[in-house]
């Protein structure tokens, strides 16, 4: 960015004519927020294909013994929903679409630092999604080793798990390019007078999310061709039975996969620290603690993978350091909840819908958060390790956060991506119900979880039932909140209100142009607030 | 004062450039970080196949690969400097003799794959199958690691390829060298995994 600003003709970038024309203009764009659009549909689709899966498996657990699928089916449905929820819709999610079309207007950036790299990930995204459905089709029949693809099972079953394991591959280099975009974009981008300290916290968000993605993902990606040489060669990197060592995949695997959990929830966060101060007209509190904790949290995380694997045969050393480093990383995400609380007293608060998203996500965050302390602790780890309690666990923190995170995304920055508001009433009732079904869905796991119910299984004995029906209710009613938000969101889109330029009075950069958005963001030089959380 | 402007986009470009390319170096590092931990894990629990296997290759071979990338560095680093001064001929030579080096190193390789792959020994060979638990890892690393690295040699060499094409078309030119800068840097980095793998899987016993 130069130090003179050119000034530009305001062009909507929705109804910008360039070089391509029609479906052209979508693949072949440049655009960082054409992008961040084509992310959000891709991921929208891919996460209802993942949402019937698990209601498929719902369905099948409402009775014991077997209900509608065969239990090598639901093998693979499991794996299959691991799969393309955890791959290709929570990791890429909040971090491709609204980093993506917000983080460079938030710095007051025309675009990334790298639009053809940028280009390059969405489209690198899409054929691993491409392969990783394909291993679905494929004639071995679709992958059940698990999303985690454990060895020795991996290395030894007879289904598709090359296909997936080299999807994962993929996606994951369409995810270190993001990542690097972002990091780059952040330090040599912002417009002038934008110091870091002057950054909207989602940005920093997105810079811790970008650094974790830069150096994890790698691991995983050897990790993963190394399972397929193992595969193709009968080399025994991973199976004992040829010299190889079990318990270094699961190493190798969570030394990725558990940063993994901060990619997907450090944007949460940052979405969140968004919504919260916009709705309450308050200056955030704590600008530099929620800072600073976004980098803390990415950069422990990355010393905690070991808590995944207590009952796995480590020493008790590494056990209880990898627990007192949970325990840690628990500190950090505390300071935000802590100031976020804070921010909200005595503030003028105003109940829309982003803002009940942003409530009901402490409310589950916390919830999430304080189990995953109980699974930290090595003792009551060991009790319910791989029971439905983890599975309830993890959904309330990757569901109930990041899922929640980005429905409050989307319901806030709706109206500045499209121009066009969505129906308030019907937004706040499709909210109410997904509330009640995602607690009806996940809570009674815990209780099964304690009492005994291991995770993965296609049968059960029949004391469990009656939460299980819980469960399956509360799965039925979470998919008609979620297809009545979608419906609502897309008939706002289609024939909404027109939008006005800051609908909810935020003071953020985005705010300040027009809905929506021009094709350079910023017709005129953008004026940089010391504070950018500044009401007045 | 409109041509100062350009300037100014220019140098800033650039630098984003550039860091782009560390951050892919790091990323680099920590492929082959996965690969050394896995190495040094198997290593700690077969020492004695590991050394028997180490044995089996060639040191001079891998001395002389080694002296080749080595000289290769120094050859696309003085590439750099000889078009920060503007001297297009001598880039284009430094550039060329550093695509000879590394034609010389993929040859050496084929010559000593090509050898093991003659006494049965390759991945998922017959062979291999009645080899040591730690004979059948040392191997199995062997040829995955020098394998993935020979492969980044490629990817170098187009690079500096492409290059090369650059500087004799003038895109790339003593004002504008970025390109040229980040193929020297990735070079470096080929040559740097090297440095560590050819003790590692020759030298140690």
């Not at chain 1, 940063?259 to 966060?269: C, D, G």
């Not at chain 1, 319910?384 to 309830?392: E, G, K, P, Q």
């Not at chain 1, 299984?457 to 469990?464: A, E, I, T």
């Not at chain 2, 041509?3 to 590092?29: C, N, P, Q, Y």
Request: hydrophobic share 50%; glycine share 8%; proline share 5%.
């Amino acid at each position: 960015m130069s130090e003179e600003f050119e000034k530009t003709e305001y062009v909507s970038y929705l109804e910008h004519k360039g070089k391509y024309t029609g479906i052209r203009s979508w693949i072949y764009t440049l655009d960082h927020k054409r992008i961040g659009l084509l992310y959000l549909y891709a991921i929208i689709a891919l996460f209802f294909v993942g949402a019937i899966l698990g209601l498929l498996m719902r369905i099948e657990l409402v009775k014991p013994g077997e209900t509608i699928m065969k239990p090598q089916t639901y093998n693979g449905v499991f794996t299959v929903h691991g799969i393309i929820m955890i791959f290709m819709v929570v990791i890429p999610g909040l971090s491709v679409v609204f980093g993506n079309f917000f983080l460079p207007i938030m710095i007051g950036a025309k675009d990334v630092a790298f639009p053809k790299l940028n280009r390059m990930s969405w489209w690198i995204y899409i054929i691993g999604c491409m392969l990783a459905v394909a291993s679905q089709f494929m004639k071995d029949g679709p992958p059940d080793a698990g999303w985690s693809f454990y060895a020795p099972y991996s290395t030894t079953t007879s289904t598709n798990v090359i296909m997936a394991t080299f999807a994962a591959f993929v996606l994951g280099f369409s995810s270190i390019l993001t990542g690097l975009n972002f990091i780059v974009t952040i330090h040599q981008m912002r417009a002038p007078g934008m110091k870091f300290m002057n950054m909207p916290l989602f940005a920093w968000a997105i810079y811790a999310t970008s650094w974790t993605q830069l150096l994890a993902t790698p691991i995983v990606g050897i990790t993963l061709l190394m399972l397929i040489a193992e595969r193709l060669f009968g080399i025994g990197f991973f199976n004992p039975d040829l010299g190889g060592d079990p318990v270094l995949f699961e190493h190798l695997f969570w030394i990725y996969s558990h940063p993994a959990v901060y990619i997907m929830i450090l944007p949460a966060l940052g979405v969140i620290t968004e919504i919260i101060p916009t709705f309450c007209q308050k200056k955030i509190y704590g600008y530099k603690a929620i800072a600073f904790s976004s980098l803390a949290i990415a950069g422990v995380g990355f010393l905690v993978w070991g808590h995944h694997m207590f009952t796995s045969g480590m020493s008790d050393q590494a056990r209880w350091f990898f627990s007192f480093l949970t325990f840690l990383v628990a500190v950090p995400s505390a300071i935000k909840v802590f100031n976020w609380l804070a921010t909200m007293y005595k503030g003028s608060i105003d109940l829309r819908p982003p803002f009940l998203y942003a409530l009901s996500f402490i409310f589950l965050f916390t919830i999430g958060g304080t189990t995953g302390l109980l699974l930290g602790s090595v003792a009551t780890n060991v009790q319910v390790h791989d029971t439905a309690f983890v599975v309830a666990h993890f959904h309330y923190i990757i569901f109930g956060g990041m899922g929640f995170a980005f429905f409050g995304a989307i319901h806030y920055w709706l109206p500045k991506m499209y121009g066009r508001m969505y129906d308030m009433k019907r937004a706040t009732v499709a909210w109410v119900i997904i509330f009640i079904g995602f607690n009806l869905l996940y809570f009674p796991q815990f209780i099964l979880g304690i009492q005994g119910m291991p995770r993965r299984y296609f049968d059960y004995l029949p004391q469990f039932q009656t939460g299980q029906i819980i469960s399956t209710v509360g799965g039925f009613i979470l998919i008609t909140g979620l297809v009545m938000m979608v419906y609502n969101l897309v008939q706002g889109v289609r024939k909404g209100e027109i939008a006005p330029a800051n609908p909810w009075h935020g003071s953020t950069l985005e705010w300040q142009i027009p809905s929506p958005p021009s094709l350079e963001n910023f017709d005129e030089a953008p004026v940089v607030k010391e504070n950018p959380y500044d009401y007045e | 004062m409109s041509e100062k402007k350009v300037h100014v986009e220019v140098h800033r470009d650039d630098e984003a450039s550039k860091l782009g390319m560390w951050l892919f170096i790091f990323t680099e590092l920590l492929l082959f970080g996965g690969l050394f931990l896995v190495y040094s894990v198997f290593r700690a629990e077969y020492p004695a196949n590991f050394h028997e296997g180490s044995l089996e290759l060639s040191v001079t071979i891998g001395a002389i690969n080694t002296i080749a990338l080595l000289i290769s560095s120094m050859t696309v680093a003085m590439a750099l400097t000889a078009i920060q001064k503007d001297n297009k001929k001598l880039a284009l030579a430094l550039i060329s003799i550093t695509l000879i080096l590394a034609t010389v190193f993929l040859i050496n390789k084929y010559v000593e794959w090509g050898a093991k792959f003659e006494h049965g020994l390759y991945p998922g060979s017959p062979l291999m199958k009645y080899l040591d638990r730690g004979h059948l890892l040392y191997f199995s690393l062997y040829f995955f690691m020098t394998g993935l690295h020979a492969l980044h040699i490629i990817v170098g060499m187009v690079l500096l390829t492409i290059c090369l094409f650059k500087v004799r078309s003038g895109n790339v030119n003593s004002k504008s060298y970025i390109h040229l800068e980040n193929g020297a840097l990735y070079w470096h980095l080929v040559d740097l995994i090297w440095i560590f793998l050819f003790p590692l899987m020759y030298l140690i016993n």
